[in-house]
Antibody, heavy 120, light 110 residues
Framework: EVQLLESGGGLVQPGGSLRLSCAAS????????MSWVRQAPGKGLEWVST????????FYADSVKGRFTISRDNSKNTLYLQMNSLRAEDTAVYYC?????????????WGQGTLVTVSS | QSVLTQPPSASGTPGQRVTISCSGS????????VNWYQQLPGTAPKLLIY???QRPSGVPDRFSGSKSGTSASLAISGLQSEDEADYYC???????????FGGGTKLTVL
């Protein structure tokens, strides 16, 4: 059974940093692209970032480019999102999601999400 | 403002058929396939329809998808109370070179 378990969310002040993790199990992690998708309170889904299966290619939404860094450790079956210079508008539930390829909107599996709150 | 446009709400009574639209442009729906997600209250999104009209294993055939030109639709027949959820369309956008989502449609079963 595919499982994606996010962690690392919490309350952080504007300008602060946070690192999210997504522990994967039940599939060959190194064979799949992985993404972060967020959802602000009461709002819709917003794609944040994607990383290729090898980790060699990364992609970011303009809203987070230069502030967020996606990475993965295939030996630990774990996906990361390093978030720096956080802003109030980054407040959201962050989901990790699995896909077969990078250029797609078919996210076959999602984690349960982790809440990031940016507030003073 | 979402790149893909969905009505904010839809409703129907049990047993009824409802449709949810998703409007885009030539750079997204017009040139790529559309996928639909169901998000039950308090849960993560779940893939409902992929490549315009394909259902993942386990999704009831009451759910169907279609695409024409720069628009797509999700149809739910034999509406049930457990279908009450938010529904999102998604497609790749060739101009922006990113995945884009619709704003979501909240389906209420009356």
């Amino acid at each position: 059974e595919v499982q994606l378990l996010e962690s690392g969310g919490g309350l952080v002040q504007p300008g602060g940093s946070l690192r999210l993790s997504c522990a994967a199990s039940g599939f060959t992690f190194s064979s799949y692209a992985m993404s972060w998708v967020r959802q602000a309170p009461g709002k819709g889904l917003e794609w944040v970032s994607t990383i290729s299966s090898s980790g060699g290619s990364t992609f970011y939404a303009d809203s987070v480019k230069g502030r967020f860094t996606i990475s993965r450790d295939n030996s630990k079956n774990t996906l990361y999102l390093q978030m720096n210079s956080l802003r109030a508008e980054d407040t959201a539930v962050y989901y990790c999601a699995q896909s077969n390829v990078v250029v797609t909107t078919i996210y076959d599996y999602w984690g349960q999400g982790t809440l990031v709150t940016v507030s003073s | 403002q979402s790149v893909l446009t969905q009505p904010p709400s839809a409703s129907g009574t049990p047993g009824q058929r409802v449709t949810i639209s998703c409007s885009g442009s030539s750079s997204n729906i017009g040139s790529n396939t559309v996928n639909w997600y169901q998000q039950l209250p308090g849960t993560a999104p779940k893939l409902l329809i992929y490549r315009n009209n394909q259902r993942p294993s386990g999704v009831p055939d009451r759910f169907s998808g279609s695409k024409s030109g720069t628009s797509a639709s999700l149809a739910i027949s034999g509406l049930q109370s457990e279908d009450e959820a938010d529904y999102y369309c998604a497609a790749w956008d060739d101009s922006l070179n990113v995945p884009v989502f619709g704003g979501g449609t909240k389906l209420t079963v009356l």
